[in-house]
Each structure stands twice: as structure tokens, then as C-alpha cells.
């Protein structure tokens, strides 16, 4: 399999990756007999039908889907070693394309841990403190704190935050389900 970073800004990660043909029919051959293994056909006991009577049983798309799960997640962790990433979440599926007989192409997308870039802030803090001398430490503090977070950066990958928004929804769904309210009477009250 052949991998290569095709981008990676805003704490993400965009790899393409190409699986040769022949490495597409070992995979395919690896997927059909973990299949056949649950797979009953008439005639034969579970797990020991040949693999051509298998593949005819199997529903279509099925066999192709299995196996490029089976790919995408060895192509994680390839990706994950050979481009020494550090990722937060799930990848995602940006793209495939999966033709029966040719090679396999796939892209998928990394969030990665966010990299925070401080300021100066030593200095601006000491230039603020002597400014505005705060009254207590109370005080002191919170200013320390608004310095170090005006003066930082930080990029959070995309995939995060849907995931939180989903997170956010799914909780809001099990509330109303809890209180016997459709979404829209939770809302108005």
C-alpha cells in the first residue's frame, strides 16, 4: 500500500493512499474467508462451503465493503507510523474510489492534536501587571490568565468540533425523550 500526505493544516492530516491490484485481490480473498466463516450455504456446514459458492451468497456490495474496512484500518496505522502522526479522533473518509479489477484509491482525513503557539507572554504579563497594578490576587490572576490566553493560538481540528456538536445534540435528544417532549416543545420552553 502507498501512502502520501497530501496536506496538513489546521490540526488535520488529508492522506491519499493506493492500493496496487494485486495486493486488492489478496485483500479480497483475506475479507471472503473471514466471511465465510458465518456464512451458511445450503449443502455444507458453517464455515466449510468453498469460497466461489460463498461469494455467490454474499449480498453485492458486501464483499468490497468488508474489505476496504479491513484496509482503511491497516491504512491507519501505517499512516499513524510511517507519518509519525499524533491524532486525536477517528479519521474520516474523505474519498473512495474502489473499481472491481483495478487499483484502490482512498483518502482519508486526520484530526491531530492541536498545537498551541504562545506569545511572549512573560514579558506582556509584567508590562500589564506594572500598568494596571490589580488589587488583589484575585485579580492578579485573572489577569496572568486573559494575557497567556489573548496572546496563545491554537487550531482545533474540524472533526472535533462536529463531534462535540453531535455529542451536544445527542444529549439534548435523550433530555427531551427523558421529559416526554418533542425537540421542538423542549425548545420553546
Known sequence: ????????????????????????????????????????????????????????????????????????????????KELKLKVIANPSLLKSDTPVDKDWSFTLSFPLYPEIKLSKYQEEIKAKVAKETPKDEDAKLKLVFDTIIDGSQCEIPQALIDEEVNRSLGRLISQAEALNLSITDYLKS
Not at 4 to 28: C, G, N, R
Request: charged letters at 20%.
Open 1 to 80: 500500500m502507498n501512502l502520501k500526505l497530501v496536506s496538513q493544516e489546521k490540526s488535520t492530516a488529508v492522506v491519499d493512499f493506493v492500493l496496487q491490484q494485486t495486493e486488492v485481490a489478496s485483500e479480497i480473498d483475506h475479507t471472503l474467508g473471514h466471511l465465510s466463516l458465518n456464512t451458511n450455504v445450503k449443502g455444507f456446514r458453517k464455515g466449510k462451503a468453498p469460497l466461489n459458492l460463498v461469494k455467490s451468497q454474499l449480498k453485492e456490495g458486501i464483499l468490497e465493503t468488508e474489505t476496504l474496512e479491513h484496509v482503511i484500518s491497516h491504512a491507519i496505522s501505517d499512516a499513524i
